[in-house]
């Protein structure tokens, strides 16, 4: 008996066979093939699923650190009393600043990536949300958002990896939650009204003859209709007033204003691609030294024209300080904001001259003070002519429109709220989602020094 497992004779290629033995024959090839049907246990948890390095744990971990007492003060459901549990405030703020960072803004989407997506699953670790849910707690946070912003800005400041000494300010215009038919006249805004005043009376009417829930709803869903056409008639009326003031002055007739039905605050602005839409106007703050965004507006001016002032009474109310230098794009920078800015904030404000490149072409100096200059724009005037100014404005741009583009890519296109208040909540979220994720940058590169 030989050594060998398998006898070699046995399985030896007949030598006449030659190579036709080791060709494949002919018939239906032998592949394997997805069974999805197939029934399987599965022993593992969500934190064993989810990657190490997944984001979603980031951010989890950074929101955990945050402050929400504001929220957990309005929690009815409290140890030893009745009620159902309320959703944990910490845990609906790490799914929409998550979200957020990867771009979705929809109630609806968020609810269904909590039931589909692993990382969102991860967040939630069994707990049922809703786009009800979702959107309520977002769209009412008001100012608990925005003591956030303060909170994690704050925290940074007592770190030193925020110095607040040079802030960029930008604005960006963002398509309004609103089509252009919805823009009407008075006298259509008032017929309107008229018809969704007999609307809600005849939904009460019905509603006391036969309660129920929906019933409820329609007349809620009609009262809200109504308000927002009361509110769109006196925004109608407020802005016929200021054309008609500008007519006057120009000698011209004032053309007839117009207002939104559906989002009265909303403007029709001209976008940088040339065309006009409903939008809103988003202001950022970034300081330069850091990248974190320390100051959020949100309005209807169709320019950055008198944003610099509010911007700064803004900072100096959340952090009790003001930055030492402001830059600024031209647009921002009129003489009674630079001088208000070296007044009452001592800020120097970076902006370019009015006519810049057309006065060096022309040969003239436009840094030298003019005629009518107080001494504050003599001295912004005299100060941008410097090399030491230019350097300093450099900052501008690599900054506020840093912050811009991220929002954009973050789906920041078009408002998924009505009303200036809920905008200023989401611009808000965009600021916190930026700030929680740069922060992780700033610290790690602080911890390695």
């Not at 909590?114 to 967040?123: K, S």
Request: charged letters at 25%; hydrophobic letters at 40%.
């Amino acid at each position: 008996m030989s050594g060998e497992l398998f006898d070699r004779e046995e399985f030896a290629v007949p030598e006449e066979a030659g190579a036709d033995a080791i060709e494949p024959s002919s018939g239906r090839p032998r592949l394997r093939v997805p069974l999805r049907d197939q029934m399987e246990w599965q022993t593992a948890s969500l934190d064993q699923l989810l990657p190490a390095e997944d984001e979603a744990r980031v951010v989890w971990s950074a929101v955990s650190e945050l402050d929400v007492g504001s929220w957990l003060g309005e929690i009815r459901a409290v140890e030893g009393h009745v009620g159902r549990n309320a959703t944990a405030p910490q845990l609906l703020v790490a799914l929409w600043v998550y979200a957020t960072l990867r771009g979705v803004a929809s109630a609806r989407e968020l609810e269904r990536l909590c039931e589909n997506h692993l990382a969102y699953r991860w967040l939630c670790g069994g707990v049922s949300v809703n786009h009800h849910l979702l959107s309520d707690f977002r769209s009412r946070g008001g100012e608990k958002w925005d003591a956030l912003l303060t909170q994690l800005v704050g925290t940074l400041l007592n770190a030193g990896l925020v110095t607040l000494e040079r802030v960029a300010q930008d604005g960006m215009k963002v398509r309004a939650n609103a089509g252009k038919s919805s823009f009407r006249r008075r006298s259509s805004l008032e017929k309107c009204l008229e018809e969704a005043r007999q609307q809600v009376a005849a939904l009460r009417k019905l509603a006391e003859e036969n309660p129920a829930e929906q019933q409820a709803a329609r007349e809620r869903a009609a009262e809200d209709r109504q308000a927002r056409l009361e509110a769109a008639l006196q925004h109608v009326e407020a802005l016929q007033a200021q054309r008609d003031v500008r007519a006057k002055r120009s000698n011209e007739p004032a053309k007839e204003a117009r207002a939104s039905a559906t989002d009265p605050e909303a403007r029709t602005m001209q976008f940088s691609d040339g065309g006009t839409r409903p939008g809103v106007n988003v202001q950022f703050a970034t300081d330069t030294a850091s990248g974190i965004v320390v100051g959020v507006a949100v309005t209807n001016a169709g320019n950055d024209h008198g944003q610099l002032g509010p911007m700064l009474e803004q900072l100096a109310e959340r952090y009790g300080a003001t930055p030492d230098q402001a830059l600024v794009d031209g647009g921002f920078a009129s003489h009674a904001d630079i001088e208000a800015a070296h007044t009452q904030h001592n800020c120097q404000v970076f902006s370019p001259l009015k006519h810049e490149k057309q006065e060096l072409a022309a040969g003239r100096n436009p840094y030298v003070p003019k005629r009518g200059d107080s001494p504050i724009i003599a001295q912004w005037r005299e100060r941008m002519g410097t090399d030491e100014a230019r350097r300093i404005y450099r900052l501008r741009p690599q900054t506020a429109e840093w912050v811009n583009a991220q929002a954009r890519n973050r789906n920041l296109w078009q408002m998924p709220v009505r009303g200036l208040a809920k905008c200023r909540i989401v611009a808000v979220l965009y600021a916190l989602a930026h700030n929680l994720w740069q922060a992780v940058s700033l610290r790690a590169t602080a911890s390695s020094r």
